[in-house]
């Protein structure tokens, strides 16, 4: 079974250009979620998806990201216009619908390197 | 205001002894923690988790404790081998109007001598 994919594994762009991450979740999983570390720091929550609504927004920092999750598949995480506070190493993770007894386990993928220079 | 504190940046042990990563939390809310284990140009990778109404699991070489009135975990790791050198991240989940967002700490760097 194919892991969580995100393209591309690595993207250098000037401060002001606009970038477009996309992840592939594991089949099957309606859960999708998107998180950043910036380097020497924790990986902190951007958003999570279910299908393709958001459920909850709340880490993302401001209006120049925008998440889509198009017909509950994969995901894009576009920024526009880059900043240089925005370099990092952005992961996408994927889960099952939680069950009762607690929740899955979220999937990671390799995540992409983001560089603004 | 970080909610989840890993407050050794590494830690450096000989194969075959124990490795004890220490985790701490201030948000008495959450509900799940769990530990992910991240190779260089890697994701992080589901280790093992516990439940916030339990004190431990178990999981092969692998046990976590939580010991909730001190707002504490810990990962054990016994024997310790070469291939566990990794950086660990402790993570925590509060259960809030359905979602399911990870709080992680910044990490613990597991070197494991040969």
């Known amino acids: 079974e194919a892991g969580v994919t995100q393209f591309p594994s690595h993207s250098v762009i000037e401060k002001g250009q606009t970038v477009t991450l996309r992840c592939d979740p594991i089949?099957?999983?309606?859960?999708l979620y998107w998180y950043r570390r910036v380097m020497g720091k924790e990986i902190k929550f951007l958003l999570h998806?279910?299908?393709?609504?958001?459920?909850?927004e709340s880490g993302m920092p401001n209006n120049r990201f925008l998440a889509e999750r198009t017909g509950g598949t994969y995901s894009t995480l576009k920024v526009q216009p880059a900043e240089l506070e925005d370099s990092g190493v952005y992961f996408c993770?994927?889960?099952?619908?939680?069950?009762?007894?607690?929740?899955?386990?979220?999937?990671f993928g390799p995540g992409t390197r983001l560089t603004v220079t | 205001d970080q909610q989840v504190k890993q407050n050794s940046p590494s830690l450096s042990v000989q194969e075959g002894r124990i490795s004890i990563l220490n985790c701490d939390y201030t948000?008495?809310?959450?509900?799940?923690f769990l530990w992910y284990k991240k190779y260089p140009a890697e994701g992080p990778t589901f280790l093992i988790s516990?439940?916030?109404?339990?004190d431990k699991n178990e999981d092969g070489r692998f046990t976590v404790f939580l010991n909730k009135s001190a707002k504490h975990l810990s990962l054990h790791i016994v024997p310790s081998q070469p291939g566990d050198s990794a950086v660990y991240f402790c993570?925590?989940?509060?259960?809030?109007?359905?979602?399911?967002?990870?709080?992680f700490g910044k990490g613990t760097k597991l070197t494991v001598n040969p």
């Open positions: 993770a994927s889960s099952l619908i939680k069950r009762a007894g607690g929740p899955y386990e979220q999937y």
């Open positions: 089949s099957g999983h309606d859960n």
């Open positions: 998806f279910v299908k393709e609504s958001k459920q909850d």
């Open positions: 948000n008495s809310m959450f509900d799940y």
């Open positions: 516990i439940s916030s109404i339990k």
């Open positions: 993570a925590a989940r509060r259960a809030q109007g359905g979602s399911e967002k990870l709080v």
